[in-house]
């Protein structure tokens, strides 16, 4: 989607973490928008991106831990 910010395939778009691809999906840490599927370090930051992917997708938003 072109109107998203440039999120790496392994990067957390919550916290910008590099995510364990394999593990994230060993431990569902995963969600499929589209043809896309993001990944996360943990169950918080894949909660915060169920509530609102727009935030988190948004190009105005900076990942921070």
């Known amino acids: 989607m072109a109107d998203e910010r440039t999120i790496r395939e392994d ?5 910008g973490m590099t995510v364990d691809i394999e593990e994230a999906r060993a431990a569902g840490r995963v969600e499929r928008r589209g043809e896309r599927e993001y990944v996360f370090c943990g169950r918080g930051c894949l909660l ?3 509530d609102d992917p727009m935030k988190y997708l948004d190009p105005g938003y900076a990942a921070s831990m």
Request: glycine share 0%; aromatic share 12%; proline share 12%.
């Open 11 to 15: 990067e957390d778009p919550v916290c």
């Open 48 to 50: 915060d991106f169920r």
